[in-house]
């Protein structure tokens, strides 16, 4: 579990091709190195990931076909930075909301309107998890949890505080660029089970 309050980034400093395959490197900072070891689970851009070794700071993960498939991480290049976010421990502070690290899909960027005290990010909304998007609820994107400000067809709204522009990635992004984005546990499965309620209703 995580909690969608992005520790840092990390740089990407390696990468490896395969076929439906990718292996990369992060280098990690030095307060998130303390007890990692290979097996642990770390979140890049809110997609859970799992340690496969440990070189100093040099830590290296593996990419299946769904994970590139759903995320943004195939798209990742030499250079680019990551938010990552160890899992969460018993006793941690849950200080944003309780998140899996399983990406739903992308969202592209549509509009970046920037203020000196507010960043307003306008992200398309796919039909596919809309359903799930409700202002005030929560929404994970690219790890970071943030709550929905303004909905509008299609679309919906997130505002960024400067504390978070200079914790994470997300202050670089641009219309075109594609988001991570995990819906809140909670709100998918009442949304779930309400609609499963109400067909079984209509069938009977």
């Given at each position: 579990?995580?909690?969608?309050?992005?520790?840092?980034?990390?740089?990407?400093?390696?990468?490896?091709?395969?076929?439906?395959?990718?292996?990369?490197?992060?280098?990690?900072?030095p307060?998130?190195?303390?007890?990692?070891?290979?097996?642990?689970?770390?979140?890049?851009?809110?997609?859970?990931?799992?340690?496969t070794?440990?070189?100093?700071?040099?830590?290296?993960?593996?990419?299946?076909?769904?994970?590139?498939?759903?995320?943004?991480?195939?798209?990742?290049?030499?250079?680019?930075?990551?938010?990552?976010?160890?899992?969460?421990?018993?006793?941690?502070?849950?200080?944003?909301?309780?998140?899996?690290?399983?990406?739903?899909?992308?969202?592209?960027?549509?509009?970046?309107?920037?203020?000196?005290?507010?960043?307003?990010?306008?992200?398309?909304?796919d039909?596919?998890?809309?359903?799930?998007?409700f202002?005030?609820?929560?929404?994970?994107?690219?790890?970071?949890?943030?709550?929905?400000?303004?909905?509008?067809?299609?679309?919906?709204?997130?505002?960024?505080?400067?504390?978070?522009?200079?914790?994470?990635?997300?202050?670089?992004?641009?219309?075109?660029?594609?988001?991570?984005?995990?819906?809140?546990?909670?709100?998918?499965?009442?949304?779930?089970?309400?609609?499963?309620?109400?067909?079984?209703?209509?069938?009977?």
């Amino acid at each position: 579990m995580f909690t969608g309050i992005v520790q840092g980034t990390a740089e990407l400093i390696a990468l490896e091709e395969r076929a439906d395959f990718r292996s990369h490197t992060l280098r990690l900072p030095p307060e998130m190195l303390t007890g990692l070891a290979c097996g642990a689970s770390v979140a890049h851009n809110g997609c859970c990931l799992t340690v496969t070794s440990i070189d100093s700071d040099r830590v290296s993960f593996d990419l299946m076909q769904e994970t590139l498939r759903l995320t943004n991480l195939g798209e990742l290049q030499l250079g680019d930075r990551v938010n990552v976010e160890r899992a969460a421990r018993f006793g941690d502070e849950i200080g944003g909301h309780a998140m899996s690290g399983h990406i739903i899909g992308t969202s592209e960027v549509v509009e970046v309107i920037p203020s000196a005290n507010n960043h307003q990010l306008w992200l398309a909304i796919d039909p596919a998890w809309g359903k799930y998007v409700f202002t005030r609820g929560y929404i994970g994107i690219d790890g970071i949890s943030l709550t929905i400000g303004e909905l509008e067809a299609g679309r919906f709204a997130l505002n960024l505080i400067p504390e978070t522009l200079a914790r994470t990635n997300i202050g670089t992004r641009q219309a075109g660029d594609r988001i991570n984005i995990e819906v809140d546990p909670q709100t998918q499965a009442i949304v779930d089970t309400v609609e499963r309620v109400m067909a079984s209703r209509q069938q009977g």
